[in-house]
């Protein structure tokens, strides 16, 4: 674990009012404190609604808070910054550009000269194995293969910070776990600060070093669940299944009204 103790991300009593078509105040975060340490993955985890985005797009600069703030280093958050990279569901993919192509953009953007930009951008397309696809473009690549592109185009840049926002929610379960396996495996040789937005109980217990779990109407931050355990982690361990029934309660989740999760 990298993880080394230093606050990275500081949320200090976030509040977030949108108004809706109808006028209306939606409370979307009702004042959250978080810290995120630096090297560490954290998971923020909840049922739709509760804020999970927002609370996300505010730490990356997307969105500006109603209330409090977002210090990542010790400075306020005041925009986007190519040092904190977001990783959306719909994978943001040029289409008229190949894997590698893709893989470059960022590194084009940052200037890095063409050699060492090819060779940086082929190293992080065999991380995420796609070494044969890489003259490929998206439209001939499966959803999950497309991800990956959008994660090493993402990593190639080297950001201090990786937000994730439900990046493996479109995928199917098989290739959901796969990249899970990637995305852990990764995190361990890289060292990077992840935020990682799901609402599945599961992949918050494979992947996090810690757990936000978050409630709706408004979204507040219900409690932090430690993960304690090494990776790669078996799903079928008994400390697995007693963190994620852990979650399970938190959420006040039985049985018979899973279904209220799911909404
Ligand atoms: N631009 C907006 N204008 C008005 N209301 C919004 C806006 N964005 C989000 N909301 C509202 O804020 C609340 C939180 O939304 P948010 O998208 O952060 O939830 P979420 O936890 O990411 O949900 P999901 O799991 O469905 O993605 C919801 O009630 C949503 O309707
Ligand atoms: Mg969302």
Known sequence: MK??????????????????RQGEHVHALAGM???????????LLG???CGKSTLLHIMAGFVRPSRGEVLIDGKPVAGPDPRYLTLFQNYGLFPWRSVLGNVEYGLEVQGVPRRERRSRAMEYVSMVGLDRFVHNHPHELSGGMQQRVALARA?????????MDEPLGALDAITRFRLQEEISRIWRDKGKTIVFVTHDIEEAVYLADRIAVMTPHPGRIKSIVPVPMGRPRDRTHPDFLRVRDQVYSELRLKPENVLDYCI
């Open 33 to 43: 404190d978080l810290q995120v340490r630096e090297g560490e993955f954290m998971c």
């Open 155 to 163: 990593l190639a840049v080297d950001p201090d910070i990786l937000f």
């Open 3 to 20: 993880e080394t103790g230093i606050v990275k991300i500081l949320v200090s009593n976030l509040q977030k009012t949108y108004r809706n």
């Open 47 to 49: 049922p739709s609604g």
